[in-house]
């Protein structure tokens, strides 16, 4: 069966960003002029996806009225001729886009969980937004997607890590590796500091085959206290194997600070109109350094 429908789970409450997301969703950030979470969504139309639901909690509205038509604003930019504009705004038109409320913080797999309704009984894609992965020849979720098409067997997305990262994700114990795909023995969130099977990080790309939610239901909190994602994939693994598929494509890491300030600026500096100030800008910097040493 065709992977047609993804997750995209948007409900956490940014506390990392405060106090810009006191108001304004997380996923809204821009990214040079464009919300994080629309790069997902686009990621998501480019390896076929063709309806998606986002799974929202409080104060998540401008999420909505984002990928909502706005007849205004085409109307005005349609009569003055700024075409550009307009296919700027109807860059994700395509997709059929719903929403769905998670009721209680829970965690991951809670939310997750939450819309199995949605997705009834198919295999499905999950995104999330912490990540953007870069690949011009074939998007991160596309290349799960031809892996699932081979097997039919749930695969996750994953990366290398530093070691002293590995406590920030979910980790895997891999059994045998073939090229960029790998057997997985165990399945493990947040590993304690020293405890990590290896250093492959789950990375934000899920393909899933609806049996999941079987094990979701029955979930107990683990890690941080909340109901994980990665518990329920190990459950799976035990009766169904779930491989671990290491992607290419560079991923941006848009959830911390730095790396969305990171973010930022290599993508600005792919932008022609802001790549020659924001170069000169860095000389300047470097200089006024040096001269102040
Ligand atoms: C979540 C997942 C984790 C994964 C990470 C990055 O953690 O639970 O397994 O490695 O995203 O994709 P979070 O960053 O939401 O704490």
Known sequence: MRVKKAIIPAAGLGTRFLPATKAMPKEMLPIVDKPTIQYIVEEAIASGIEDIIIVTGKGKRAIEDHFDHAFELEETLLRKGKTDMLDSVLQTSSVEIHYIRQKQPLGLGHAIWSARKFIGDEPFAVLL??????????????????QFNK?????????????????????IDPGAIDGKLIDVNKFVEKPEPGTAPSNYAIMGRYVLTPEIFKFLAEQEPGAGG????????????????????????????????????????????????????LLQLFREKLDEEERNK
Not at 160 to 168: A, G, H, I, L, M
Not at 249 to 264: C, P, Q, S
């Open 129 to 146: 937004g912490d990540d953007i992965v870069e690949n011009d020849a074939e998007p991160g979720l596309l290349q799960l997607v031809d």
């Open 151 to 171: 097997t039919g067997q749930s695969v996750i997305g994953v990366k290398q890590v530093s070691e002293e990262d590995t406590q920030r994700y979910g980790i």
């Open 226 to 277: 909340e109901i994980q994602l990665t518990d329920a994939i190990q459950k799976l693994n035990e009766v169904h194997s779930v491989s671990a598929y290491e992607f290419d494509g560079r991923r941006f890491d848009v959830g911390e600070k730095f790396g969305f300030i990171e973010t930022t600026i290599e993508f600005a500096l792919k932008r022609p109109e802001l790549r020659g100030q």
